[in-house]
């Protein structure tokens, strides 16, 4: 049973698949719509809030002809004890596939080991594949010239700023190695990059130095393609809020550093932005700002995750 829990599931034919069809499914929105899901029920499993996740998988379920089921963790067994195995094995016997955002990412793990049914990873505190894999597919927009959408990432710098410690930081480092981007991180060096994520590399086979960290931002941004940052403050880590808000404070977006990148860099940011604190609201404003079609293309990117998953669990 194929899965998405990590950047590197899908094989790089599938990842060509995948944009080919984010970009179908985008430009025919509203028409024809292609009934890939239809009669099927994909559970979704949210521990922590959503905005994006939540509705881009609602709504593209709904799209492709299938039933989405939202189950807060804290209204089912689950958030009163009942294992994850089991709850794995139940919801197998009822629903075609499993949606889950949750903090511990061995959760999403041991969901797809015990079940017989598609799993997909919406946010872990490790990791945010889906997110990646949008953000990646919204670049080609602006940078493919041909078909070779994931070509077109090929050589470009992504500099990641602030919270380097964190899922999207994890994640990007991946689909950096992934998609044969160079990345930079910058951040406060306590939050350099971890153990775990550096195990993962291991694991993957990708070099330990297939990142840069710095604590100079400006060196980080130099050359950049794109310039990507995400919240101080992830779900989870509330009760660090004073302190990380200062220590990372250095590495805050400001018009200064995005001018600092390339002349035509992107400004990305996975939202919610708390502008004031990881970005300046002039970054998010500035016509090389792309965050509202990376929020859009959730719907597109996932519609084509799910329909690669559906036709492989259909063989
Ligand atoms: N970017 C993202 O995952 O947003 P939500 O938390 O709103 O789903
Ligand atoms: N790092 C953030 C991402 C939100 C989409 C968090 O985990 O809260």
Redesign the pocket.
């Known amino acids: 049973m194929k899965h998405f829990l990590k950047e590197t599931d899908f094989k790089p034919h599938e990842l060509g698949e995948v944009f080919a069809l984010a970009r179908e499914f985008k430009a025919k929105r509203g028409r024809n719509a292609t009934p890939i899901l239809a009669g099927q029920t994909w559970a979704m499993i949210f521990s922590?809030?959503?905005?994006?996740?939540?509705v881009s998988f609602e709504v593209g379920i709904h799209e492709l002809g299938g039933n989405p089921l939202f189950l807060n963790k804290n209204d089912i067994q689950l958030g009163r004890g009942e294992s994850v195995e089991d709850t794995a094995k139940v919801l197998s016997r009822f629903v075609h596939g499993l949606i889950v955002?949750t903090f511990d990412h061995s959760e999403v793990e041991r969901l797809a080991a015990a079940g017989n049914i598609p799993v997909i990873n919406?946010?872990t505190d490790f990791l945010?594949p889906?997110?990646i894999y949008t953000d990646a597919f919204t670049m080609t927009e602006r940078w493919a010239k041909n078909d070779d959408l994931v070509g077109s990432l090929r050589g470009r710098k992504i500099a990641f700023l602030g919270d380097t410690a964190c899922n999207m930081a994890n994640s990007w480092i991946l689909g950096a190695n992934l998609f044969g981007m160079k990345i930079s991180l910058s951040g406060p060096a306590e939050f350099a990059p971890g153990a775990e994520l550096k195990a993962q590399l291991q694991r993957e086979g990708f070099p330990a130095d297939s990142y840069q960290f710095t604590t100079d931002p400006f060196l980080a941004v130099k050359d950049a393609d794109v310039v990507y940052t995400d919240v101080w403050v992830s779900?989870g880590k509330e009760d660090e809020k004073t302190e990380r808000i200062r220590q990372m404070s250095p590495y805050a977006v400001s018009a200064k550093l995005f001018a600092a990148a390339k002349p035509d860099a992107l400004f990305m940011h996975?939202?919610?932005a708390h502008p004031g604190e990881e970005v300046e609201q002039a970054v998010l404003d500035n016509p090389r700002s792309i965050i509202f079609d990376q929020?859009e293309n959730?719907l597109h990117t996932q519609k084509a995750i799910m329909a690669v998953l559906a036709k492989d669990a259909r063989k």
Not at 48 to 54: A, D, F, G, L, Q
């Open positions: 922590k809030s959503s905005t994006r996740t939540r955002r919406a946010l945010h889906c997110q779900m996975c939202l919610p929020a959730r």
